[in-house]
């Protein structure tokens, strides 16, 4: 009631490997929401109480006023754990565009909650709108390539794709000497590895 199932929240963020997300634990957090709610409700009620016996309530110091300070900070405690809970995922969501590019992996989609998949949508979009004004792709290289060409191996059948203004049939096990810009998307999405040397 007073602050251990937000507590359990911030556990469990701090418990996960950095960036790897959890599936959105939705009864804990309804859980802190509604111990939310009936300390806001208790508090009402006591100062409400206060008021009603003709007292000030900046400078009474009774059992009303303590109870009140007690509802009062175990609300601010369950909404600040609350708010690092939600601050944390959208942070890792954020970052999930960049490592995996515009299409979320099953396996992490499964994880989301319905509002955290329509921000990671939206942010796509705001990065996609960003991008297109500069007319350059952040996406691609993230340490500058020695050579703009590297050899690939598929690994999951893609098909027929346009790469470089050509189609190319994407096979499971084929290998392609492609444009490091085409299959950047195909590696960062587990579809495609590089070949090194």
């Known amino acids: 009631m007073y602050g251990r199932e937000a507590r359990q929240l911030v556990k469990e963020l701090s418990s996960g490997e950095n960036g790897q997300l959890k599936a959105f634990n939705s009864d804990m957090v309804d859980q802190v929401t509604k111990a939310c709610s009936v300390h806001h409700l208790e508090l009402q009620s006591l100062i409400r109480k206060i008021q009603e016996e003709g007292l000030d309530t900046q400078t009474t110091r009774n059992a009303d006023h303590f109870g009140a300070l007690i509802h009062h900070l175990a609300l601010i405690r369950n909404k600040r754990c609350l708010m690092a809970y939600v601050y944390n995922r959208a942070d890792s969501i954020r970052n999930l565009r960049w490592k995996v590019g515009n299409v979320l992996p099953q396996e992490i989609k499964g994880k989301l909650s319905h509002p955290e998949q329509e921000y990671f949508k939206n942010h796509d979009t705001a990065l996609n709108l960003y991008m297109s004004a500069l007319d350059l792709?952040?996406?691609?290289?993230?340490?500058?390539?020695?050579d703009p060409?590297?050899?690939v191996r598929v690994i999951d059948d893609i098909g027929e794709v346009f790469l470089s203004d050509k189609?190319?049939?994407?096979?499971?096990?084929?290998?392609?000497f492609l444009k490091r810009n085409d299959a950047e998307?195909?590696?960062s999405q587990g579809l495609m590895e590089e070949l090194m040397g």
Not at 138 to 144: G, H, K, S, W
């Open 185 to 187: 998307q195909y590696i």
């Open 167 to 176: 189609k190319t049939n994407l096979v499971c096990h084929s290998i392609h």
């Open 137 to 146: 792709d952040l996406t691609v290289d993230f340490v500058p390539p020695k």
């Open 149 to 151: 060409y590297i050899q």
